[in-house]
Each structure stands twice: as C-alpha cells, then as structure tokens.
C-alpha cells in the first residue's frame, strides 16, 4: 500500500515513548555552574523540505547534515526537535527497499525497534502520501532537555475529509547516541496516543520566522 495515515499512525503507535541513553558531552551542570539553553528557539536557517508528500522542517545548522536516511543533528535542543521530526518521518514513509537501512540510522537499539521491524516487514510501502493525507509538522515544545537525552512535543496537522484539518502532539524522546540524537523505538505495550489539541499555544511554531 502508498503510505498514508495509516503508515503515520503505526509510526506513532511504535515511535512515541522513548528512553534516553548516557553521553558524557557537553554536560549541562558542573558543580553549582549550571548552563542555560533556550529550549523554545527556532533551529537556525530553518526551511521545509518534502520527505514522501509530508513536509518537514530542516535546518542547515541544526540538522540533519545529510537525509537519505535523515542524520547529523546539533548537540541541541533544536537539534532534538528536528531529530524527533525527520526520524518520525523517514520512518513513515520509507519505501521497502530501504526501510531497514532507515531503522538503523534513525533509532536505537532495543525491544521497540525490534517490534516495529517485524511490524514493518508486514506491509508494503511505496510512493508518496497523497496531498490530502499527508501531515504537516507545525510546532514543538521541548518538555524535557538535558544533553544526553530530550522529550520533544511534536505537533503535526493532518487534513481531515470535511475539509478541515486536525492537529494533534505526541511525545517523541530521543537520546543523544553515538555523536547523534536517535529516537529509541518504544514497545506497544506503552500504549501512548495522540492527542488532540485546539491551537499552537506553548508550542514554538516551525513556520514563525525570527
């Protein structure tokens, strides 16, 4: 089948809790000298691009450096955001010939990445998410920041069938693993869902310029 909310929603289903892993970069405190980052600032030089119909943001100082698959992030909360975004996207629309290689560089290792592949190897995507399925990342609020790992709110709008659309967030966290932030897959037994929301307010909104 072409990917489509469905694909999106199996991406959420399996992608929404994370667990962080240990880095011994760029701490945040040393003894009582305790470093300040501005979690709700736009990525720098930050534009759209098309991934499979959806559009994603992407920045050329905060990531990701190359996207096929989608890697090469600041060590950052923004990088963070566009961590969460991009992964959450490749792994949505990925086509079957490159699915795997996707997985590996966008996620870490553990029992969800193992539950999403063996979910993925049940289903065939390829093609593009038709323009009137295809979400479109607004805005994020980074809940949780410290250098080796991030909760990343993201929220996305989806065109609905009336002609409206629906904008939801989910928690996305990713750890910063091998010089790199990953999204850690989680099992489905954690059951965390969408939820919809009304309006962007407490999110920094993708599409504001500074």
């Not at 709700?40 to 990701?64: I, K, M, N, Q």
């Not at 566009?82 to 996707?102: C, F, H, K, S, V």
């Not at 410290?146 to 996305?156: D, G, K, M, Q």
Request: hydrophobic letters at 40%.
């Amino acid at each position: 089948m072409k990917p489509s909310r469905a694909v999106l929603a199996l991406v959420a289903g399996l992608t929404l809790a994370i667990a962080g892993c240990g880095s011994d970069d760029d701490a945040g405190t040393t003894g009582e000298e305790t470093t300040t980052v501005d979690t709700a600032a736009l990525p720098a030089e930050l534009a759209y691009r098309t991934v499979g119909g959806l559009r994603v943001p992407s920045s050329r100082v905060d990531g990701p450096a190359t996207t096929a698959p989608p890697q090469g992030y600041s060590h950052t909360p923004q990088g963070a955001a566009l961590a969460a975004a991009n992964g959450q996207a490749a792994l949505a629309t990925a086509p079957d010939a490159q699915w795997a290689e996707t997985v590996r560089t966008v996620t870490a290792p553990g029992p969800g990445r193992d539950e999403f592949a063996y979910a993925r190897t049940l289903m065939t995507v390829q093609g593009s998410v038709a323009e009137g399925d295809a979400a479109t990342f607004v805005g994020f609020r980074v809940a949780e920041y410290e250098p080796s790992r991030a909760v990343v709110l993201l929220a996305t709008r989806t065109p609905t069938r009336n002609g409206a659309s629906l904008t939801t967030a989910y928690p996305v966290e990713t750890a910063w693993l091998a010089g790199d932030w990953k999204i850690v897959l989680p099992q489905q037994k954690d059951k965390i869902d969408a939820v919809e929301i009304s309006d962007l307010d407490g999110f920094t909104n993708w599409e504001e310029k500074p």
